[in-house]
């Protein structure tokens, strides 16, 4: 792939900021404090489900010296320390401990934690907008939401993300729920793809892909392996 204009890709690159986009789907957070983490446009998130069944969508970014606060890209926490200095964080994103408080001393608590991000669920999946937006316009087939979760991955893609995107937009037979945001349904399979910039790279682009089984016919774990593989292997030669 060519690598493109710099400045229309800078530009659709600040679109990506501005649009929904999947960050989760919900059968990843099954229980109060599982938590995924995942990097929206630039932006490191950590998106956590709450003890009233909620989920919240937090900046993965420290508020003592920004570093990232959740390293794992996936599990369960009562609570959320960071490694440097081991500033804790509750499911909430509201500050629990601070151990090492150089030039925070005066500050109140209540202004220390974790910002949050709007989000929304929609067609279980979890939805934002990297720029903070209110994620809006989300229309989710049925077909999804009756579906349930096999496995979900971030996977990395080779290309500039507008040629991935693009590729992805003429090569799928599939409903387009939101600009980059791809969903498929067919046979009692079904599955959902996102794709959006590696980061704050626009040469790089990563794709978030969920496959999903009607849950009224199953998959039996070597049906749902093979047919991860085949459709992995398909998204990575529709955009080599
Ligand atoms: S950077 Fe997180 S506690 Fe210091």
């Given at each position: 792939?060519?690598?493109g204009?710099?400045?229309?890709a800078?530009?659709?690159?600040?679109?990506?900021r501005?649009?929904?986009?999947?960050?989760a789907?919900?059968?990843?957070?099954p229980?109060?404090?599982?938590?995924?983490t995942?990097?929206?446009?630039?932006?490191?998130?950590?998106?956590?489900?709450?003890?009233?069944?909620?989920?919240?969508?937090?900046?993965?970014?420290?508020?003592?010296?920004?570093?990232?606060?959740?390293?794992?890209?996936?599990?369960?926490?009562?609570?959320?320390?960071?490694?440097?200095?081991?500033?804790?964080?509750?499911r909430?994103?509201?500050?629990?401990?601070?151990?090492?408080?150089?030039?925070?001393?005066?500050?109140?608590?209540?202004?220390?934690?974790?910002?949050?991000?709007?989000?929304?669920?929609?067609?279980n999946?979890?939805?934002?907008?990297?720029?903070?937006?209110e994620?809006?316009?989300?229309?989710?087939?049925?077909?999804?939401?009756?579906?349930?979760?096999?496995r979900?991955?971030?996977l990395?893609?080779?290309?500039?993300?507008?040629?991935?995107?693009?590729?992805?937009?003429?090569?799928?037979?599939?409903?387009?729920l939101?600009?980059g945001?791809?969903a498929s349904?067919?046979?009692?399979?079904a599955?959902?793809?996102t794709?959006?910039?590696?980061?704050?790279?626009?040469?790089?682009a990563?794709?978030?892909?969920?496959?999903?089984?009607?849950?009224?016919?199953?998959?039996?774990?070597?049906?749902?392996?093979?047919?991860?593989?085949?459709?992995?292997a398909?998204?990575?030669?529709v955009?080599?």
């Amino acid at each position: 792939m060519s690598s493109g204009n710099a400045g229309s890709a800078a530009t659709l690159g600040s679109g990506a900021r501005h649009r929904p986009t999947v960050v989760a789907h919900t059968g990843q957070l099954p229980d109060a404090g599982s938590f995924v983490t995942a990097d929206a446009a630039g932006t490191p998130l950590l998106v956590v489900r709450q003890d009233d069944g909620s989920v919240r969508a937090l900046a993965n970014v420290c508020r003592h010296r920004g570093a990232r606060v959740e390293t794992e890209a996936a599990g369960r926490r009562k609570m959320f320390a960071c490694p440097y200095h081991r500033w804790c964080y509750k499911r909430t994103g509201e500050i629990r401990s601070i151990t090492f408080d150089d030039g925070f001393s005066g500050v109140p608590k209540a202004g220390l934690g974790l910002v949050e991000h709007p989000s929304a669920e929609a067609g279980n999946l979890v939805w934002v907008v990297p720029d903070r937006s209110e994620p809006s316009g989300l229309a989710v087939p049925a077909e999804l939401a009756r579906a349930g979760l096999v496995r979900g991955e971030t996977l990395e893609l080779d290309g500039p993300w507008t040629e991935v995107e693009a590729r992805l937009t003429s090569a799928l037979a599939a409903q387009m729920l939101t600009p980059g945001t791809f969903a498929s349904w067919s046979r009692g399979w079904a599955e959902v793809i996102t794709v959006r910039p590696a980061g704050a790279r626009l040469d790089r682009a990563v794709a978030g892909f969920w496959l999903l089984a009607d849950t009224a016919a199953g998959a039996s774990p070597a049906a749902a392996g093979a047919r991860w593989d085949e459709r992995v292997a398909r998204l990575r030669a529709v955009v080599s």
